[in-house]
């Protein structure tokens, strides 16, 4: 994808629509089920290290009593105190680099991300103003918002705090750089 090669061959998708042989289209399609898991993978890059930071019990998915009145709610919260002297919770989402608004998005490096960063804490103002909220953005091309990377910054200091491992921080980021190409490929696939 990164040197504009041809990865797929163009077929229909699920949602009708004709498919380009590099692959973009797969990438944000809301009706291919290979997107999901990529969610699913991201959450776990936050979720699992936070307890290795000390912050136990680990945090419910979807937490319960968050609902927006849309049936909607952030991702995971956790259960004590966290940034801020506030709870901390946040949720996922992956933004396609090469989407339809790719003449916006790449003026600058990053842009896509934070472009959803900002969506996020519209959706969830009311719960910011609560709890210390944090959207996890990043662009299908790897890049990270900047809240999302200074949040590993953060988790992995107080991993390194515990473990005396100064490489906790960036171990962290190589983590989501994998679950980033393994959730392009499954989309890409089409994988469930």
């Known amino acids: 994808m990164r040197l504009g090669l041809r990865i797929q061959q163009p077929h229909r998708c699920r949602c009708r629509a004709l498919t380009d042989a590099l692959g973009h289209h797969s990438l ?33 998915l979807e937490p319960q009593g968050l609902d927006r009145g849309d049936g909607r709610r952030p991702d995971r919260s956790t259960v004590f105190l966290f940034r ?12 396609n680099t090469c989407s339809t608004l790719i003449n916006d998005r790449a003026l600058a490096a990053g842009a896509a991300a934070s472009a959803a960063e900002h969506r996020k ?3 969830y103002e009311d719960l910011a103003r609560r709890y210390d909220f944090s959207p996890l953005a ?14 590993l910054q953060d988790i992995g200091s107080r991993i390194t705090k515990r473990s005396w491992e100064p ?23 089409g994988l469930h």
């Open 84 to 95: 801020r002297g506030r709870i901390f919770m946040w949720d996922a989402t992956c933004v």
């Open 28 to 60: 944000s399609c809301h009706r291919n089920p290979g997107r999901l898991p990529d969610l699913a993978a991201l959450n776990d890059v936050v979720y699992r290290p936070l307890g290795a930071a000390g912050i136990v019990p680990p945090p419910p």
């Open 167 to 189: 490489q906790e921080t960036t171990w962290l980021r190589q983590h989501i750089s994998f679950v980033v190409a393994r959730g392009n490929a499954a989309a890409i696939c």
């Open 138 to 151: 990043v662009e299908t091309s790897g890049v990270l918002d900047p809240a999302f990377n200074d949040l």
């Open 121 to 123: 804490h519209r959706r």
